[in-house]
């Protein structure tokens, strides 16, 4: 594995509120589809 | 910031391991590129068909494997990994940022895609032969019995691939927003930077909406469900709206990074900078906005209520307001400055040009009755060409001739380069502008036959794609000889360019701003 950007505190806690945001609109988007098919 | 050291490993592990974003950006334009070729062989062999009336080399079901596979592979294989190796190149960049924000997940989003890749090409010696039923993948088309193993193979693929693009939107996104060098305000970030970001944000919202459409494609077909099965209560028409709600989305998904691209470039090579960049701003945010308000408009046939039609015209003739905004402004910079005419210029010019041309088609395509002629025609083909290809390709070659000085250290043989953007250009316009006529005229898509009265624009079409397929071997020899060698280029490589890019080194060292940068 090549060598990693040392990243501070307060970027990686951002970035993973970032991540868990992003991750949760993803699993929306997936459950919308279906739910589309039970009106 | 600082890294711990500056070497790497050489060789398979390097590429196997790698977690930097110039090495994974170098991985995805490869992979793209060889996609490019792949889904490009793949056009010669429907325009070979098409040259002339009658079954010439392949059976109709093989035809329609090919416009079927052909699409699955540019769209999927070659442009939208294409643009993310530019977001991996080019992103941390020109942010000021020393990678991306996820490297590790960023290998693993490369990395899904050969396999993925590959599972959609073994569709095609699967039993009953790969996807035949269009990009599209409506039921009963994509259900069984009508098809077979290689419908499986799609759906699996689709998933992994949308993995890939989900994890990677979500990478672009973590980056942009806490990446960003000190002082590089939103509003002070470059235009290629933000059509990414809300790019990223089109793929979060549009891609997990396609898989579980196919999942539940998936279900129909093996485990008994009748999501899109009339007989047992489903609907059809239902899939065609939830793949469209994505599918609408998808085209600004391949088109909005080139639309930064040229708005990059334009300031660069007029030597002014970018005309209303706050107005850019907002339009390309309105344009991805109202890209998930139209979807219907692409099945106007199939018999919605009227209050749905006139919905589905009038938003999407809105969207020519926001582009027009785009084209405006791209012109605007243009106007007084001092140009010059270097090959990532032409290619940007022809780009707004000739996708110009496939918007004003889009908006005789959005007025509902006219759509009813039009439906299923080469006037589609034309139009979605006009787009994608002088859209996001020529967007793509112009990003290529533009950073590459920046990613190699060499400069591109100007010559060849322009020979290469005129080959493209004429032969694009050769193969496609005919289509719009066979398509006016009646001619329906995705068909190996047709009738006499199409002969002469169908052969120049064909002559036009044999060309056009010819001048990517001379790209790829560009490619290569760029790589290896060429006069050295500057740090700043282009007088007119700014932006961070080009304050470091050409070639880009391995890590860049290590520590951070101040933006002023």
Redesign the interface.
Known sequence: ????????PE?KR??MI??VI??I??????????L??WK | ??????D??TGLS?WL????HK?IGTLYLWFAFIMFLVGGSMAMVIRAELFQPGLQFIEPDFFNQMTTMHALVMVFGAVMPAFVGLANWQIPLMIG???M????MNNWSFWLLPPAATLLMLSLVAPGGGPAGGWTMYPPLSSTPYAGMGMDFTILTVHMLGISS?LG??NV??TI???RAPGMTLMKMPMFVWTWLITAFLL??????????V??LLTDRHFGTS?FDAAGG?DPV?FQ??FWFFGHPEVYILVLPAFGVFSEIIPTFARKPLFGYTSMVFATATIAFLSFIVWAHHMYTVGMPMAGELFFMYATMLIAVPTGVKVFNWLATMWRGAMTFETPMLYALAGVLLFTVGGVTGLMMSITPVDFQYHDTYFIVAHFHYTIFAGSILGLMAAYYYWVPKWTGHMYNETLGKLHFWLTIIAFNLTFFPQHFLGLAGMPRRIPDYGLQFVEFNQMSSIGAFILGAAQILWLYIIVTTIKGGKKATDKVWEGSNGLEWSVPSPAPY?TF?TAPTVK
């Open positions: 594995m090549t060598t990693e950007p040392v990243k501070t970027q951002a970035i970032t991540v992003l991750a609109i993803a699993v929306i988007g997936f459950i919308s589809a279906f589309k098919q | 910031m600082a890294t711990a050291h500056h790497h490993p390097r391991f790698t977690t930097n090495d940022a020393p990678d924000a996820l490297p590790r989900i939107s979500i996104i973590a927003l806490n990446m979060l919202a549009s891609i997990p909406v396609f898989a579980g459409a999942t539940m999501f489903g239902m709206h939830i890590h290590e």
